[in-house]
């Protein structure tokens, strides 16, 4: 394989995948999971809203590092 085709394959497994994640975190949104975690803090005032999501943020971070060793080990072969 020369440079281009690899960059090609590369580019759209990475294009793949960030269209599994979107999608993924949209239904998630959709239904009410991501956000609404119980270590996410949620600061409601009269005219403010502070949302910290720090467990949305924990299990996402943790479901990309799966999903991002599980591509560059099938890239390895």
């Known amino acids: 394989m020369n440079a281009w085709e690899t960059v090609g394959r590369l580019t759209a497994i990475v294009g793949g ?3 599994l994640i979107g999608g993924l975190l949209w ?5 009410g999971i ?3 975690l119980p270590g996410d803090i949620r600061i409601e ?9 720090l467990a ?20 390895r072969r």
């Open 17 to 19: 995948a960030l269209v």
């Open 27 to 31: 239904l998630g949104s959709k239904s």
């Open 34 to 36: 991501i956000g609404n």
């Open 45 to 53: 005032r009269p005219g403010l809203t502070c949302v910290f999501p």
């Open 56 to 75: 949305t943020s924990i299990v996402v971070s943790v479901v990309l590092t799966v999903a991002l060793n599980i591509v560059a080990r099938l890239l």
